[in-house]
């Protein structure tokens, strides 16, 4: 690496369930499959990029008065790549390209427009999403969140289908069984956002979203109809539940 190599830090989240997942042996591409070549990848990448340099960039935060308004652009430079280089499935850019400014610089704009238009409502959790809003709300374990997915699954509160198959699609294929069990938006760089990791090839990057079924809505609409001071349906009451069990003494396990 060319005298580039940095020990590994630790990351911020230890849930004790397994020591990190890293190549042990080099392997020749040929002597595996696809999916295998896939996986093995990734944990190569992950590896070498947690090696690397932080990558480094220059953020532009600009607030402009006009018409008695004040507006607000952002926009981002990267300075040096680092371990994006050796890590693509993390991506760290902006889509607002900006010139040069300097503080109390005054300019007349040569446009200016005004357009209507209308949100969009949210699309359906994605099996990354769900990972991601069960490890900010300290659901589960890496060894476990799987299987809490796989249960809600199995009990048909929800149903699963390629992103991207419509909302009311007659033709869509919906299931209810199986789970891939990855686990992402953790990790260096996570600030970039999006992970490629684990796609395939069908157009929609393998990535399951989930669609509550009759069961699944009118279980949270009665728990929420129950009055309860404390929500059954949010995440909370689980949270404290889990963190009571965690602390707890020896023999009130």
């Not at 209308?118 to 959790?125: D, E, K």
């Not at 659901?139 to 929800?158: L, P, Q, W």
Request: overall charge negative; charged content about 20%; glycine content about 14%.
């Amino acid at each position: 690496m060319n005298g580039g190599f940095n020990q590994p830090r630790n990351g911020q989240h230890n849930d004790q369930a397994h020591p990190p997942i890293h190549p042990v042996n080099y392997v020749a591409g040929a002597q595996l499959n696809d999916e295998e070549r896939r996986v093995y990848e990734f944990v190569v990448r992950r590896f070498l990029a947690c090696c690397s340099e932080d990558a480094r960039g220059e953020a532009t935060d600009i607030g402009i008065s006009y018409g008695g308004e004040i507006f607000r652009a952002c926009g981002l430079i990267v300075l040096a790549r680092n371990y994006l280089n050796v890590y693509p499935y993390d991506r760290w850019e902006s889509s607002q390209q900006l010139p040069q400014f300097s503080v109390g610089e005054t300019f007349v704009p040569t446009e200016v427009s005004m357009s209507d238009g209308t949100t969009a409502a949210p699309g359906y959790l994605t099996e990354p999403e769900l990972i991601s809003l069960m490890d900010a709300n300290g659901i589960g374990t890496d060894a476990t969140m799987a299987e809490h997915i796989a249960k809600i699954k199995e009990r048909t509160y929800v149903m699963t289908r390629p992103r991207g198959g419509g909302r009311g699609d007659s033709n869509t294929q919906v299931t209810s069984t199986g789970t891939r069990g990855a686990r992402g938006g953790r990790g260096r760089g996570r600030g970039g956002g999006n992970s490629n990791s684990g796609q395939s090839g069908n157009g929609n990057g393998g990535v399951q979203e989930f669609i509550p079924t009759t069961l699944g809505v009118a279980l949270i609409e009665g728990y929420d109809n129950v009055g309860f001071e404390t929500s059954l349906s949010k995440p909370f009451l689980r949270k404290e539940v889990i963190g009571a069990q965690r602390f707890a003494p020896a023999d009130m396990c």
